[in-house]
């Protein structure tokens, strides 16, 4: 095995000069290890798999994984990879028979009785195919048999839970490296095959003899780039189909384009918590002090969204030149192999049957695309992925770019995250129809409470794909504002799946607060407009005073919540009762202390007044410094609350909560 380590110019070298020339055959001939061709990564992909990305200049090279997938900053990257120990033939019938007489005869061993040896042949993919001088079907099944029988004994193998890949694979003929020119003998060019939809149909209406299961979880196509006729399928026979009784477990049909973008399992901008970028960082702040755990850095968030950037466009780019085929595999049971097999054997002798071995060597190679698949010039294809990529991404940055440094407005959240969320889509095959909010034009729901109809808006990728064939977006924006249009703004299916799935989760703590937040935004763009008389301004003023200091309390009191009775505890978490000294002697366990004295830094009312609500002060608040409510509040407000401890001499400094209180 050799180790390659360097960056990405070296690999450029190693792997475009002497090494891929070496292994493959010059682009004119057309010979059946062309195929091979497609399955060898690109500079880029082996940069990205066996020795990381480098994001920045002078930064140490990651793997993707590492860059893209990560949420917070570490000094170190946990990493998991399969461990294999190759044991010499030799020794295994020993070990095995030392592994059961220590089951057989050892009590704490005893739930591991009567074990069973597992095996699998994954990635052998290049190992078992059709070649020159195995140019049939049959060719490849005997090398197959021949090399198990070698390696297993069949006689010991339960051969009904034995389950053997039959794949087809149809690959364009030529295929260039990123330093080599495109070829002008016949005017060949590097081109991408694609699945087309309406012949998938037709396939699975034939086997299932015109009564095919519908799209669900045992049949899915997966929508390709949110194109429409252009998809991958995986079918799973039902249990009690004569299908799965013949031997028959499950087919699946894709293109080889997929190892574009899938560098060890991951994908350009597929990290779940990039819709961080979009919302304003004070109401993260927020959102993360009302639900706890654990915080993410935005920092390494915006790391892994320069990564995936970075790493999608070096796949385009080095990929100009080279072809992608199709591909179909059906997992089969051993007897239906073993019959298959047989089939083609006595097929060889018969006249009239299939045709022969000579008649099939020419097969390998087709001079034309099948009907049932796209052909898309290879320059084409990766053009539209760029440009549908960028689409997305300048979108999202020009959005946020027309923020203000200190505030993020919803409205530009909900932008933000739906250009984030079609962005996640560009690359690769999906089932879209279970992002609702990309899927869905209209829902409706009937409230069980009062009969009220609750209406959500999405993109309608549901209707323009089958329209237009291309999951374009339905007229849903102001475009000149850059957001959604007035009347569906506050029903669009966008709100923030990072608030929705990491922190709404854990009670209502952050619903609430959200909620707060979400008035203030309203309140605060009520109060700019033009034309509003000043009694409703004084009643806009009055309205944002009293939810500040709702949220006010609701912190004093979640900072000091276990200090409160059980009783009183759900209702003054809400926050709704105005503090007194009579409603804190009355919730607080143990009753409430007032302090004074020369020690004490406030000495007049006036002076505790202007340290919790005025911060222009040049006076540093450092017992909470991290967190804070939204930027939509007129300040943020930090600080500490005094309460007493249980020993009635002493008071005890707890530091919690958004804003301090003392008493």
């Known amino acids: 095995m050799t180790s390659v380590r360097g960056n990405h110019n070296g690999l ?4 475009n000069d002497p090494a891929f020339p070496s292994v493959l055959p010059l682009p004119g001939l057309l010979t059946a290890e062309r195929v091979s061709r497609q399955h060898m990564p690109t500079p880029d992909q082996w940069q990205a798999t066996f020795c990381g990305v480098q994001t920045r200049p002078g930064e140490q090279l990651a793997f993707p994984e590492h860059v893209e997938g990560r949420l917070t900053e570490t000094k170190s990257y946990q990493v998991q990879q399969s461990i294999g ?9 020993q070990i095995w028979a030392d592994i059961l007489d220590k089951v057989n005869n050892t009590a704490e061993l005893q739930e591991f009785r009567e074990p069973q040896l597992f095996f699998l042949a994954k990635g052998t993919k290049l190992q078992f195919k059709t070649s020159p001088s195995r140019p049939t079907l049959l060719d490849a099944m005997e090398n197959f048999v021949t090399f198990l029988e070698r390696v297993v004994d069949l006689n010991l193998v339960q051969t009904d839970r034995l389950y053997v890949d039959i794949g087809k694979e149809i690959c364009p003929h030529i295929s260039l490296l990123p330093s080599q020119q495109h070829p002008s003998i016949g005017g060949d060019e590097a081109q991408v095959y694609m699945w087309r939809r309406c012949c998938l149909e037709k396939c699975m209406n034939w086997v299932y003899d015109g009564k095919p299961p519908g799209n669900g979880k045992g049949q899915q196509y997966f929508e390709q780039n949110m194109l429409h006729q252009a998809c991958s399928l995986t079918s799973v026979t039902p249990k009690t189909s004569l299908l799965r009784q013949g031997g028959l477990i499950y087919s699946q049909f894709y293109g080889s384009v997929k190892e574009l973008s899938d560098a060890t399992k991951c994908f350009p901008f597929a990290n779940d ?12 702040k927020g959102a993360r002090q009302a639900a706890g755990g654990h915080r993410r850095d935005s920092k390494i968030v915006e790391k892994a969204y320069l990564a995936s950037k970075k790493r999608a466009d070096l796949a385009i780019r080095d990929s100009m030149g080279k072809s992608f085929g ?4 059906h997992r089969i049971r051993w007897d239906l192999f073993c019959a298959l097999q047989r089939r083609l054997e006595a097929a060889e002798d018969e006249e009239d049957g299939i045709e022969s071995r000579e008649g099939q060597r020419s097969s390998t190679s087709m001079l034309r695309p099948p009907t049932y698949a796209w052909a898309i010039n290879t320059a084409v294809y990766l053009n539209f992925l760029w440009r549908s990529a960028d689409k997305f991404a300048t979108g999202f940055e020009v959005v946020r770019a027309t923020c203000r440094g200190d505030l993020i407005t919803w409205e530009q959240t909900k932008m933000m995250a739906m250009f984030l969320r079609c962005l996640r889509f560009v690359f690769g095959g999906h089932l879209l129809r279970r992002e609702s909010a990309l899927w869905w034009s209209r829902r409706e729901r009937t409230i069980e409470e009062g009969g009220r109809v609750k209406i959500w808006y999405g993109l ?3 209707n323009t794909m089958k329209r237009y064939g291309y999951g374009w977006m339905e007229p849903r924006f102001d475009w000149r504002r850059l957001q959604f249009q007035a009347e569906v703004t506050d029903h669009a299916m966008f709100g923030n799946d990072v608030l929705k799935g990491q922190y709404l989760r854990r009670g209502g703590q952050v619903s609430a607060f959200f909620d707060l937040a979400r008035r203030l935004e309203l309140a605060l763009t009520w109060l700019g407009r033009e034309g509003l008389d000043e009694r409703r301004r004084q009643r806009l003023i009055s309205w944002i005073g009293h939810m500040c200091l709702e949220q006010f309390r609701k912190d004093v009191l979640g900072s000091v919540r276990q200090e409160v009775s059980v009783l009183k505890r759900e209702e003054a978490l809400q926050g709704k009762v105005g503090f007194s000294f009579e409603y804190l002697e009355e919730i607080m366990s143990e009753g409430v202390h007032l302090v004074s004295g020369n020690r004490s ?3 007049e009312v006036h002076d505790l007044g202007r340290y919790l609500f005025e911060f222009d002060d040049g006076r540093s608040r450092t017992p909470l410094e991290g967190q804070a409510v939204p930027q939509a509040f007129p300040t943020s407000l930090r600080g500490s609350i005094i309460t007493p401890s ?6 005890q400094v707890i530091q919690g909560g958004t804003v301090p209180f003392v008493v």
């Open 85 to 93: 120990y190759h044991l010499r033939p030799e020794y295994l019938e």
């Open 12 to 15: 450029d070298e190693v792997f």
């Open 326 to 329: 199709i591909r179909e595999e």
């Open 273 to 284: 918590g990039l819709e961080e970028l979009a919302l304003d960082p004070l109401i993260l």
């Open 601 to 603: 830094d406030y000495k």
């Open 460 to 462: 309608g990728l549901c």
């Open 646 to 651: 249980r020993r009635t001499s002493d008071t």
